[in-house]
């Protein structure tokens, strides 16, 4: 079958190198694609949100099965669009109603508490009725989380300690600040604890597979200190998301939101992001993603050993049954070289070197795979052309301690990171040390 993959970063990379594996693919293309993505496939020059020039693509390449990288064109509706105009393609992707749990907060929290799913106290505000707002803010205890309903692409969530200062913030963003994002901000309680990321493919009748959970590292700075960036690396498996708290999981967030969504009567038929807090034990939810995290595709796809092309024609086709999919039990981590500046202003055009470094051996394996995200090839240079420009995958040994195992694996990452080159390279040297700790008890 000939395949299509919308996106253009480090997840689509992933998903990419993921794809190109299967025997079932004749042709993948990717659009627009990267630097990297040429080597799983075919880059073409489109627009994920161009969808008369996508269908156009899709007809004169006989395109199969479409795959959505990114949240923009599902958001937009793409999956309502082809249903109509192409309804013989497969799309992996919710329609625009499903969606709504990642492009409007205010929507997945309603969702939420009408299916019992476990998440924080929350309201919801307008500039009509900020002095609700304020009040609100009032009877809570900081720090402040806000929210603005909208997508901001990452950077519509304030954590605030100073009530003073979380109400001038709660003004400037119903008054703008996000644009029409923010014209509604969910005000929630703040939880505390240790976040991770499940993940969900679904076929729309009730059908899933829970994908291996990690955790990613948000903040630019070591120890979790600075501006919230797309995602400094992830580690996957996540010691504490043991037999019994995914059973939780399962039980109270996973099947309500399946079950939920069918009695909405919305078909979903794609992957569905969990973002967890477990708090005192019991995993809570902060919010959902109607596609896969990034950076934690880069590990997650390094940990499925079954054919992740037929899970997705599956479930883009309804009957993902009983269909199995066997996991990798080896650890995998993730660093992210990113420019310096990110996640605020940052050159572009630096010319990045000694990939060929990580290339295993001839008849060995590759220890550390670099999945591309922020690059471009220009005249046979390889340049960086994002924030976050390479994703450093790497397996760690089969090792009885889930310390060691992480440690394994982090020590080829960096060990990696300290090969590729590129003016400003930047990365953050304690992805993982949290689970470790976790892991040892300490």
Known sequence: MNLLLLGSGGRESALAWKIAQSPLVDQLFIAPGNGGTGAYGTNVALSPLDFPAVGKFVTENAVDMLVVGNEDPLVAGITDYFRQALPSLLVVGPEKAGAMLEGSKDFAKQFMVENNIPTARY?????ADIEEGYRFLESLKPPYVLKADGLAAGKGVLIIDSIEEAKQELKAMLSGMFGASSATVVIEEFLKGVECSVFVLTDGHGGYRILPVAKDYKRIGEGDTGLNTG??????????????FMHKVEERIVQPTVNGLIARGIDYRGFIFLG???????????????????????????????????????AAEGNLGDMPMDIDPRTAVTVMLVSGGYPGSYPKGMEITGLEALLPAAGGKAETIPFHAGTALKDGRLLTSGGRVIALSSYGDML?????????????SYDAAGKVCFDGKYFRRDIGRDLMALASGR
């Open 123 to 127: 309201r919801s505000f307008t500039l």
């Open 231 to 244: 995602g400094m690396g992830a580690v996957s498996p996540v010691p504490f998301a043991d037999e019994v």
């Open 276 to 314: 967890l807090i477990e708090v005192d034990g019991e995993p809570m939810v902060i919010e959902y993603n109607v596609r896969m995290g990034d950076p934690e595709t880069e590990v997650v796809m390094l940990r499925i050993e079954s054919d992740l092309v037929a899970l997705m024609k599956a």
């Open 400 to 412: 009885p301690d889930a310390a060691e195992a992480i440690a394994s694996a982090l020590s080829r």
